[in-house]
């Protein structure tokens, strides 16, 4: 069995390095993929029900920058703009949401547990801990039962394909 291949390098996606197989993990992994965030961007929760209500503060802010007031988990787009297949195996694919620095300075808490702007222990934001503090909230990165679905229909259309180009060995 071949090791995983990371297919983002250096910001741009590499393919030109995988077998059929890891090929085909990547057709199947990116349609798992495009099915989560069609479900995280229509506010939907991990059990394809309506997500989590925002916070009284944070849904009147959303409203009036006109993003409306549903956990879609897309206000800037920069966290679910970096979510992306990252590496892929014969059986497997990951995605990851990227290391980006996000745009927005935020209050973060730090090693001495105190919120800080100012100070040595200041960092940047990045697009992971924003996908880690959802995930807290709500699991968002998970497979519903309708993603599953998806999933598994694809898997289906591969394997159908794949069937159709074997050579059959017959008497000739």
């Not at 506010?43 to 007031?69: E, T």
């Not at 206000?75 to 014969?90: D, I, N, P």
């Not at 990851?96 to 702007?117: N, S």
Request: aromatic share 8%; no cysteine.
């Amino acid at each position: 069995m071949a090791q995983s291949v990371r297919i983002w390098q250096k910001k741009q996606l590499r393919l030109d390095t995988l077998t059929f197989k890891q090929r085909d993990m990547v057709t199947i992994g990116s349609t798992g993929l495009l099915s989560v965030f069609k479900r995280v961007s229509a506010a939907q929760g991990p059990n394809d029900g309506p997500a989590k209500p925002l916070s009284p503060y944070y849904a009147r802010y959303k409203s009036r920058m006109r993003k409306g007031n549903r956990r879609s988990l897309w206000f800037t787009g920069q966290m679910l703009g970096s979510l992306k297949l990252r590496t892929v195996s014969e059986n497997r694919a990951y995605s990851a949401v990227g290391e980006t620095i996000r745009t927005e300075k935020r209050l973060i808490k730090t090693t001495d547990k105190k919120w800080t702007r100012k100070g040595k222990f200041e960092r940047f934001l990045t697009n992971k801990d924003v996908a880690r503090a959802n995930q807290k909230r709500e699991p968002w990165l998970t497979f519903s039962p309708i993603n599953r679905q998806a999933v598994i229909a694809k898997a289906r259309e591969v394997l159908i394909s794949i069937k159709n180009q074997l050579v059959h060995g017959g008497g000739i």
